[in-house]
């Protein structure tokens, strides 16, 4: 079975500028798996920020990109700000209507 | 604007059977398909299943494939997820979201507990 694999946790300092990646167990991320990337601060509902590799959601500031790097999908945040400071998860489009969540990625900024 | 507003959370024992709702408003409902995805106390998001925009196709994750249906109502704008043969394990906060190359719009989920 396909793991889609995350960082467990990142750390920024502020202002700066960090990549989250995603990735497969086996084989290449590609723009066929259509990433998507989400935020979740505790008790919410997650909230979309990339779709479809790199389009942003609307109302999602230009801080946030997405990219195929590498043989991952990568959400990249510019400019750290304290309140970036949560979950990211991302999923991938397997086909044949299977969806997988990675793990997701603890951001702490510091 | 778009929302989607899920119910039907609650305790219920090993075994039982849920049936949760997502009311959808500000889009044209049967132009789109939908999730379901939940998250258990402390741990990671779960895609659990999806239905094209016209109920046509379905599927489902491995971990609950037979025993959770998932259904939508047109004329009601409501998409349904039948539970039943409930585990310990099924504990999560149930998201209900649109698909737009994925998810888009999350409703703000309905918690179910399962225990005895």
């Known amino acids: 079975q396909t793991v889609v694999t995350q960082e467990p946790s990142f750390s920024v300092s502020p202002g700066g500028t960090v990549t989250l990646t995603c990735g497969l167990s086996s084989g290449s991320v590609s723009t066929n798996h259509f990433p998507s990337w989400y935020q979740q601060t505790p008790g919410q509902a997650p909230r979309t920020l990339i779709y479809?590799?790199?389009i942003r959601s609307s109302g999602v500031p230009d801080r946030f990109s997405g990219s195929i790097f590498g043989n991952k999908a990568a959400l990249t945040i510019t400019g750290a700000q304290a309140d970036d400071e949560c979950d990211y998860y991302c999923?991938?489009?397997?086909?044949?209507?299977?969806?997988?969540f990675g793990g997701g990625t603890k951001l702490t900024v510091l | 604007q778009v929302q989607l507003v899920e119910s039907g959370g609650g305790v219920v024992q090993p075994g039982r059977s849920l049936r949760l709702s997502c009311a959808a408003s500000?889009?044209?409902?049967?132009?789109?398909?939908m999730h379901w995805v939940r998250q258990a106390p402390g741990k990671g998001l779960e895609w659990v299943a999806v239905t094209q925009y016209d109920g046509s196709k379905k599927n489902y994750a491995d971990s609950v494939k037979g025993r959770f249906t998932i259904s939508r109502d047109q004329s009601k704008n409501t998409l349904y997820l039948q539970m039943n043969s409930l585990r310990a394990e099924d504990t999560a906060v149930y998201y209900c979201?649109?698909?737009?190359?994925?998810?888009?719009?999350w409703g703000q989920g309905t918690t179910v507990t399962v225990s005895s």
């Open positions: 500000g889009f044209t409902f049967s132009s789109y398909g």
């Open positions: 479809r590799t790199n």
């Open positions: 999923v991938l489009y397997m086909g044949s209507d299977i969806w997988v």
């Open positions: 979201a649109r698909n737009v190359n994925a998810m888009d719009v």
